[in-house]
């Protein structure tokens, strides 16, 4: 095996393995994604400031600045939350659930949207984008109406995904001319 494809071979078998984990222990994988993203969430946030403060003053934006604070104020409280025990535990999965939800519906209702636009202008295939729409408006529904189970459900798609990804990755690197 060349030198070059065994990181990358070693990288594809952890992704898969995490989707493998993800879609078998839900409940143990699932926290640990939510800590990661919670913790993504606030680094983000205090990345933002800091690019803010770095940025030339004619350019700098308000919005970017509130952003950053905002981001990285409610990550730093959700994982404080979280930190100190199960029922803040509980607390950030249905805040992520519920953010997943509702960016899902939004997502809907934009495809939605973007069906009617192109099919309105002659683009062929706009089926996709309607079918799409509709079943991303019932996946963010369903999500937002009971978080916790939804959580589940992002946590196996997100496996799946995993999954899927890392095989993927293996069959690619096997093939590289390298």
Do not use: C, H
């Not at 803010?52 to 409610?74: M, Q």
């Amino acid at each position: 095996m060349n030198e070059l494809k065994k990181p990358a071979y070693i990288i594809a078998a952890v992704i898969t393995l995490i989707g493998v984990v993800a879609v078998a222990a839900p409940d143990i994988a699932g926290l640990g994604i939510a800590y990661l993203i919670t913790a993504g969430f606030f680094i983000y946030g205090i990345l933002k400031v800091i690019t803010w403060a770095n940025t030339p003053k004619e350019i700098r934006s308000g919005f970017f600045l509130a952003d950053g604070v905002i981001s990285a104020l409610l990550g730093g409280m959700i994982l404080f939350d979280a930190l100190k025990g199960p029922v803040g535990q509980v607390e950030m999965l249905v805040t992520i659930s519920l953010t997943a939800g509702f960016l899902s519906v939004f997502n809907g209702i934009s495809m939605t949207a973007s069906y009617f636009s192109l099919r309105k202008n002659g683009f062929g295939l706009t089926g996709f984008f309607l079918a799409g729409g509709i079943l991303r408006l019932l996946l963010g529904i369903m999500i937002i109406m009971n978080p916790i189970a939804g959580w589940f459900t992002l946590q196996w798609s997100w496996g799946i995904l995993f999954i899927i990804t890392g095989i993927a990755l293996l069959f690619e690197i096997r093939d590289l001319p390298l």
